[in-house]
């Protein structure tokens, strides 16, 4: 009987844990990113080529905010399917009210107008259990954060600016 509750039991969490997810996003932007230290065709070139967007205004072409990624990102790659990755130079923990969020130093996803999918390297913990946060879309002026069958709503304004991560 108990593991009937098991899945509500972790939805409560997530719901609860994901309600402070905005404050998160209240750090101010660091200085542009450095390039990526893997060469890859597609990865963006050093920053003195001025004309290559930042991984921060790739989401704004894609119509994201920039306070979905962290600072210090060092660069990404993108291919022509929306298949991307994006680099940080080491994991990412972020600490917003009772809730640890955790990025790998690559994250990665698909990316289309409005709508990031499959999306992998960021995690949020909830009583000792870490749930992948799997997809994020755009709604008006809110986003949708999913992780499987669990989602949570947030006005986009909440994340206007990139967290700092904690050492």
Known sequence: MAKHHLPLLASVLFLAAVMAFPSMASAKLSPTPSPPTAASPMT???MANSTTPTAYEMLEQYNFTRGILPQGVTGYV??????????????????????????????????????????????????????????????????????????????????????????
């Open 44 to 46: 963006t070139p050093p």
């Open 78 to 167: 993108l291919h022509p399917d929306g298949s991307f990755e994006v680099y940080l130079p080491g994991e990412c923990n972020i600490h917003a009210s009772n809730m640890q969020i955790k990025y790998s130093s690559r994250i990665a996803g698909n990316i289309h107008a409005q709508s990031i999918s499959s999306l992998e390297g960021v995690q949020v913990e909830m009583m000792l259990i870490w749930f992948g946060i799997t997809e994020v879309t755009r709604t008006g002026d809110q986003f949708k954060f999913s992780a499987g069958l669990i989602s949570k709503s947030f006005p986009i304004d909440s994340f206007a600016n990139s967290p700092k991560c904690n050492s």
